[in-house]
T-cell receptor
């Protein structure tokens, strides 16, 4: 099994629908992240969490919410999906220390492709 | 704020050709620098890293040297293979985001295609 598992892998939905993307990890990492990838724009951080009780907004959090249900689970919700949220979404995890770089060695899931019509 | 600029792709090379993907950065302080690679249909994975000036990161035949004087971290490989076809992302860890962690800022990615 993959270290970081995202479900669903592909989803097509309509404008106004509520969508949840789920992420689970077996790395034992405390830190989890949600990124969005768009062609020509690279990766942009939506939300991140350093532990179950710590949730932080990233660069582009508007229109999204998250829930850290357990150390191993971090879900991303779109309360009312809109077409410009069509993108590839990645969950990632990282460890806790070994210097400033250690916490930024990210392990990524395979991605969830979302299309909003 | 922090930023990373990569050469625009796509880059198409023949097998065994020399590869350079340019990356320059803007950051305050002393960031750590990374190259991540994304193979088709997969998530990103760390390729190599460097944590201070003049460090050279290397992995799978790829190399990059942290050049503070030119604020660069160019990725190189002497002889590319078809299996190197992927999207390559340069990244830096800069702004402190609490709990001993620094946020990653990614470049836009450079797509490499290697043809036989």
């Amino acid at each position: 099994d993959a270290d970081v598992t995202q479900t669903p892998r592909n989803r097509i939905t309509k404008t106004g629908k509520r969508i949840m993307l789920e992420c689970s990890q077996t790395k034992g990492h405390d830190r989890m992240y949600w990124y969005r990838q768009d062609p020509g724009l690279g990766l942009r951080l939506i939300y991140y969490s350093f532990d179950v009780k710590d949730i932080n907004k990233g660069e582009i959090s508007d229109g999204y919410s998250v829930s850290r249900q357990a150390q191993a689970k971090f879900s991303l919700s779109l309360e009312s999906a809109i077409p410009n949220q069509t993108a590839l979404y990645f969950c990632a995890t990282s460890g806790n220390g070994q210097g400033s770089w250690g916490a930024n060695v990210l392990t990524f899931g395979a991605g969830s492709r979302l299309t909003v019509l | 704020g922090d930023s990373v600029t990569q050469m625009e792709g796509p880059v198409t090379l023949s097998e065994e050709a020399f590869l350079t993907i340019n990356c320059t950065y803007t950051a305050t302080g002393y960031p750590s620098l990374f190259w991540y690679v994304q193979y088709p249909g997969e998530g990103l994975q760390l390729l190599l890293k460097a944590t201070k000036a003049d460090d050279k990161g290397s992995n799978k035949g790829f190399e990059a040297t942290y050049r503070k004087e030119t604020t660069s971290f160019h990725l190189e490989k002497g002889s590319v293979q078809v299996s190197d076809s992927a999207v390559y992302f340069c990244a830096l860890s800069g702004a402190y985001s609490g709990a001993g962690s620094y946020q990653l800022t990614f470049g836009k990615g450079t797509k490499l295609s290697v043809i036989p």
